[in-house]
């Protein structure tokens, strides 16, 4: 079998065309040769690319279709012969001997030893996110994997992200009648450049910058499907010690953004704010200014215990990424909480004093009969001050006078499924053996649950409610509206419009969508976008 030879690059598309036929042949036959013949026609086409006057409008459209068809199909085959590994570079043979094009990488916080696996980006439909950030131009948008087995820190053990490949080849200088209107080029060395398609939109050829092509979006659709196979028992089993609370981050650390954390709702995880953070970071002065985490709990769990979590999450990763204090922006942090999520955040900027301890117990917690590890724990979630790192909080259909819906028969069903852990239930019958007289009536028969803590008559809603909010923290509500809620009048499905307004907040925005939509509704999209722009400009 012949083999395509690099110092024998197609001198015309015609001989480029060829050898993407004979590719597409070896490949039908799972052949690895198929590799060597796209890269011989990558290298035929690359020549009439870099005569384009515009990366949308290229000298021949047959050159661009063929570039960019080969290079997607080497992409793949060439990782599923071993021959491409997006770490190192590629690897091609030829009859002179086989020789190693290096990758390179340009704007990525990630590593290099973070590109495991490269999937190419083909067309797709996805429900979530509902919008689809693309654009056209030169390169193979791809989805980049990242596996990490064990403790990946703040990152997911299976973590997508965008990126586009353009492989320059190795091409000798060629004459200018070779190529109608073609540039004149020198040798140069082969590379396989890999671009974040985030903050890249241009890309240099011939010295001139031609658009990159990109798709931010397919990452997010590919973790969506993967959140779609959850389980009920994982949003509802309490303690649960596979999912855990933890705090994520949509790409790694970036000193001078300044962090924004959203945080999900009673029976949701965080893939439920795919399309606000897809279509937030497709604003150029936003990827530009912010970076992105994500809260993950078990909403099953306390709501204080949730609040808790998110307040240690939040300490341990200004810890690990800034043990110096120096970057100011991870202390100007956001949160945007839907539904309960709101009140988790909000339990980041209030002063806990006594409010809630007084609602459990009538003495002292000190004076407790219990272990030390009972009482730190106890301590944790009943006493807490503001978060040093918050500086503003958006409420998205929050219910800070709780719903109806949380005692009424879908509640009392929900709150039926939670089944506490057996260490919980241990811990709650020790403190109640060991202190009698001594807790209120709401938690003698058990901890209370989320759903608990959501009933319009919850003495702990109303402690939430009186405890005072840092005065150097901005808030804002969003509130959904449309729905009649028997009782209590306009609302979106779930929480009373009265429930979800907030005294004190800067902006109040009212969107006509059912409790589910509200946060990724249009309108509540623009109201996050126009918050990100005062909350820039106030530091």
Known sequence: MSVPRVDSIPSNLAQAQAAYTRALALEQADHPDSIDYYYAAISGTWLALNSSTAALQPADPLAWTVYHDSLARLILHGQRHGRLDPRSGLTIHTASGPFSIPARYFGFSWKPEDFHQLLVVGEYRTERPRRVHRRPGLGAPLVVVRYQ???????????????????????????????????????????????????????????????????????????????????????????????????????????????????????????????????????????????????????????????????????????????????????????????????????????????????????????????????????????????????????????????????????????????????TTRVHQMLIQSNPNTFSADVMDGFPSSVDLLRPTSPFLAALQQMPVNPQVRMHSIIGRGYLTLGAGDSDGVVPASSARHPGVQTETWVEAWHTEVHRHPKSLQAMLFILGLHYADY
């Not at 939109?201 to 031609?210: E, I, K, S, T």
């Not at 779609?228 to 949003?235: A, I, R």
């Open 149 to 423: 087995s064990g403790d990946g820190g703040f990152l997911r053990e299976l973590h997508p992200f965008a990126a586009t490949a353009v492989l320059r080849p190795a091409v000798p200088a060629v004459r200018a009648t070779d190529f109608t209107s073609a540039s004149v080029l020198g040798d140069t060395g082969p590379s396989l450049d890999f671009y974040d398609s985030l903050t890249n939109h241009r890309v240099p050829l011939a010295g001139r910058q031609l658009d990159l092509a990109a798709d931010i979006t397919a990452p997010f659709a590919l973790a969506a499907s993967q959140a779609d196979q959850m389980k009920l028992g994982d949003l509802l089993l309490t303690g649960s010690s596979t999912h855990p609370a933890q705090l994520f981050f949509v790409e790694p650390y970036r000193a001078g953004k300044i962090p924004v954390v959203f945080v999900h709702g009673l029976l949701s995880e965080p893939s439920t704010w795919a399309d606000a953070v897809n279509d937030l970071r497709a604003v150029p002065q936003v990827t530009e200014r912010f970076q992105f985490w994500e809260f993950r709990y078990p909403t099953a769990d306390s709501l204080l215990d949730a609040a808790a979590a998110l307040r240690e999450q939040l300490q341990l990763a200004v810890a690990t990424i800034d043990p110096w204090g120096a970057d100011p922006a991870l202390r100007r942090m956001m949160l945007v909480g839907h539904s309960m999520g709101g009140l988790v955040s909000k339990l980041q900027v209030t002063s806990s004093g006594s409010a809630i301890w007084s609602r459990v117990a009538n003495r002292p917690l000190e004076a407790i009969v219990a272990d030390e590890a009972v009482k730190a724990r106890l301590r944790r979630d009943t006493y807490f001050d503001p978060s040093p790192f918050v500086r503003r909080v958006v409420f998205v259909g929050t219910p800070h006078g709780g719903t109806s819906l949380a005692s009424n028969c879908i509640g009392g069903l929900a709150s039926w499924c939670i089944a506490p852990s057996p260490e």
